[in-house]
């Protein structure tokens, strides 16, 4: 680094001294004589250039946070339609069946188109009781039966048969063996009906035990 002398410092303090008097001669500061870098012409930046200059940079980060959120919008929008409705697969009858354990609801003879209530459940003054009967449907198509006298056993066994619309009920022990029609099965209800002759019928129902 180069040292300044005594001398040669007044200068940067704003005078030049004088030979006779010693005292210091007013002159104009160098830097006040010369532009600097930046004032040069074409870089000296006014009040109103910076003015305009931030702007247009608040805009330039604006317009990229606009587009930033629209291709977000966009993407998202694309993958909520490309995903795959979920659907709940329909339960079969055979599923339905031996979800539960089906006690009786309902028991009508109908001759000729003439309907008699032989049982509902919870009634009074039914023709016959059906209360104590019992009837689970094992996936093995075994079933396991309680009957209206409260007698118990596992020895029966079931078959749909007709796409489902026809029900085998068979005891082997006993040599029985009936196909019943027309059933239907639901979470909530099943039923079918033991035709004994063309025009009569019973129609039973149940309902899942409690």
Known sequence: MVRLSKKAAPFFLGGIPCGKCKSFVKATPFFKSYPTVLSAKGVLLSNNNISTLTSKLKMMKLTK???AAAISIVSLTSCQKEAPAVTTPTPSKKQLLTAK???????????NGTSVTLYKKGAANNTDDFSLVRNQYKNDGSIVWRDEFGDEGNDGQWELLNNDTQLKLSWPVANLSVTVHDVEVTANSFSYKLIAAPGIYTTWKFIPQP
């Open 65 to 67: 946070l606009i587009l």
């Open 101 to 111: 354990v089906w006690i009786v609801d309902e028991v009508k003879e109908t001759q």
